[in-house]
């Protein structure tokens, strides 16, 4: 039987999601700020998702954008292309295919950027600088669909420097496509994350290259 494996409980629907296959949730909602440590996360759900068949099993996109982010990126450290879903009223199959990243660390000449993935939030008055998106309003882009998030992601974060922070914020499948595109081509990257406790943003650093992931799952 197939396997769906979801970052974080679920929040949506499980019966629906039960339709896929046998639902795997990889971490519970019992630490509100182990959503700010995505060092824990990855020890956490990077082993189970060792047992993730590439054929069979799917990715279900819910919930907590890090795991979701954090559990795209592990997975694709192990494979080019594998099946994810998405919640379209339903949840909907979509083939997460990812082209050739070429691992290099060059970057903008204007000193550290402060990115954000896209304008689901307004970020301009809670940063001192100013905030280069990586998909703005201008752009009309379905998001429920990785190949064209994929081809504005490869023209814009080409420009990603190695000392930029990415926050990450909106659609959940912007945010994998990004942070997959950053591991592939940097491996140890700042995200800035929402403390929904202190109303702050807080950067946090994240290391996601394949010979550190395959250390955790010996």
């Not at 819910?62 to 795209?72: E, F, K, L, P, Q």
Request: net charge positive.
């Amino acid at each position: 039987m197939p396997k769906v494996f979801v970052p974080r409980e679920l929040m949506l629907n499980q019966e629906e999601a039960m339709k896929w296959g046998d639902v795997k949730i990889l971490s519970k909602k019992d630490d509100p700020n182990f959503g700010l440590e995505p060092d824990r996360i990855v020890m956490q759900i990077a082993k189970h998702l060792t047992r993730f068949n590439q054929k069979d099993d799917f990715l279900l996109l819910d919930g907590h954008i890090v795991y979701n982010s954090i559990a795209a990126a592990v997975l694709s450290s192990w494979h080019d292309d594998f099946k994810i879903l998405v919640w379209k009223g339903a949840y909907a199959l979509r083939q997460f295919k990812i082209p050739k990243i070429d691992r290099r660390e060059a970057g903008n000449e204007l000193g550290p950027v402060i990115w954000a993935v896209n304008q689901a939030h307004n970020l301009e008055d809670q940063f001192e600088t100013m905030i280069r998106y990586v998909i703005d309003r201008s752009v009309n882009i379905d998001r429920y669909d990785p190949d064209p998030i994929w081809k504005e992601v490869l023209k814009k974060c080409q420009d990603f420097g190695p000392n930029d922070k990415i926050v990450l914020c909106g659609s959940a499948l912007m945010n994998i496509v990004t942070v997959v595109y950053l591991m592939r081509r940097i491996g140890e990257f700042t995200i800035v994350l929402k403390d929904h406790k202190t109303k702050r943003h807080v950067p946090r650093s994240i290391y996601l290259t394949r010979d550190h992931l395959d250390r955790i799952c010996k």
